[in-house]
């Protein structure tokens, strides 16, 4: 076991054990102080995405620091009301008493975070876990090197490491954070380091939030807007290179309309990344090792769109393959990049069978204008979330829970939903000490029975 993090994670719990993130004022203030921080190093933070990601300052904005700031807002707005204790009814067979649920803080926790939107999937959990009142240990991503050091960097400089602390480091950085003992974990990333993560977890009992990913489908029926579908697809798949987990992954599109449709989205992906690889705007593959699974993913299909790749950029074209085999490896692993299969259907009924066959994926969307096959996709079918006739924006809405189900993860965060996250509700009763009625004591009779049969019934 790493003393260091040993003595960190001891510091942690000691400054947690003294109360002093459990107030409103002080939650308050840590997560004003974010922001503020944020906002000074947010030219930094904008440098080391581009490095990592080569994405520009107002996809980050648009994807990252702007939802974030978002999440503090919307958050500092309704903390005060989340932390109320909260009254419930008791039954009669109890009288005279009252119950509440008290909000309190889990403790000291673990953060994960994946390399593909280093700064939103560390900060936006980091946000649940200080509005709850907990101690964080952040893991980001060891792939996207750049924006991990900058954060260490940022929270080493401005934040007391007993309410914060970031760690650097890759898989046995991991292994040794998962050997201490947290009172939660939250990770975001594969499904297999989930199961990884879940496993260690289990030694200590110990809770876990699992974001995890998988094939997310898109339907495109008969009576879509074909436009429309065609340019809101195009930047849901294409955004930060298709390294999105909600991102579509791959789309089923009704026969009839299909041809119709890719001259549609060859028009509409020509309009967002005119040039290919050379737009300054197309985000590039993590590093070699993913931008050489993407090419191995491509090779043998059937490019109807893009294609183009460039060794030196780690850069891939937004790409259409057309006939593919749900059999093909790309069909088979979760794509995470700039290229989208094409799977024709001819019965509405076939869509819907296809993918529940399949693991239950994190996203789903369906562009249609036919209620009956919207409220089908909706009921029918299980996935984490998803739209009608848009895109990856649901995770945007504060107001909804955003996680997976099943293979595509456990658990939910934002806003809200972030702070029960790593909030304990102890359910707690005030009995009065009179009248203390008997019905509960021993010796037991038939009268009491009949009595103790007309309280719990």
Request: with cysteine; proline share 5%; charged share 25%.
């Amino acid at each position: 076991m790493n003393q260091e993090y040993q003595s960190i994670r001891e510091k942690m719990q000691s400054y947690f054990d003294s109360g002093a993130t459990l107030s409103y004022t002080s939650r308050k203030k840590t997560l004003l102080k974010l922001r503020a921080v944020l906002k000074k190093w947010e030219e930094k933070l904008n440098y080391a995405v581009l490095m990592d990601l080569n994405k520009s300052a107002f996809e980050n904005y648009e994807t990252e620091l702007g939802l974030t700031f978002s999440e503090i807002s919307h958050t500092l707005k309704h903390l005060k009301k989340w932390m109320k204790p909260e009254k419930v009814m008791t039954p009669l067979a109890h009288f005279p008493s009252s119950s509440r649920i008290i909000k309190q803080p889990k403790g000291v926790v673990l953060i994960m975070s994946p390399w593909n939107y280093p700064l939103l999937l560390s900060l936006t959990p980091l946000v649940a876990a200080l509005s709850a009142g907990c101690c964080v240990a952040l893991k980001p991503s060891r792939y996207s090197e750049n924006t991990s050091r900058v954060l260490r960097e940022m929270f080493d400089s401005e934040f007391d490491e007993r309410i914060v602390k970031v760690f650097e480091g890759g898989h046995e950085a991991n292994t040794q954070l998962l050997e201490l003992r947290w009172d939660h974990i939250f990770f975001t990333g594969s499904p297999n380091v989930g199961k990884a993560v879940m496993k260690a977890a289990s030694e200590n009992l110990t809770p876990v939030t699992l974001e995890l990913g998988g094939k997310s489908p898109c339907i495109v029926d008969g009576t879509a807007s074909l436009k429309t579908a065609a340019v809101r697809l195009a930047w849901g798949k294409f955004l930060n290179a298709g390294q999105t987990c909600v991102a579509p992954d791959y789309l089923l599109v009704d026969r009839k309309c299909k041809d119709a449709f890719i001259e549609e989205f060859r028009k509409a992906a020509d309009r967002l990344y005119p040039g290919g690889c050379r737009n300054k705007d197309l985000g590039k593959i993590i590093n070699r090792k993913h931008f050489d699974r993407l090419c191995g993913l491509m090779d043998g299909q059937k490019i109807v769109y893009g294609g183009e790749k460039d060794e030196k950029t780690l850069k891939i074209a937004p790409t259409v393959l057309d006939d593919v085999s749900p059999d093909s490896p790309v069909m088979n692993e979760e794509i995470f990049g700039p290229v989208l299969p094409v799977i024709a259907y001819d019965r509405f009924e076939d869509a819907i069978e296809f993918i529940r066959r399949r693991e239950k994926p994190l996203a789903l969307y369906i562009f249609s204008k036919d209620k009956s096959h919207i409220w089908t996709v909706q009921s029918s079918l299980t996935y984490g979330g998803g739209c009608v006739n848009d895109t990856v924006v649901h995770l945007s809405n504060p107001n909804m829970p955003f996680g997976g189900v099943g293979h595509s993860g456990m658990g939910s965060y934002h806003a809200k939903r972030g702070f029960d996250t790593f909030t304990h509700e102890k359910s707690t009763l005030k009995k009065a000490l009179w009248p203390d009625i008997p019905v509960r004591y021993a010796p037991y009779n038939d009268r009491l029975i009949k009595l103790l049969k007309l309280l719990l019934r």
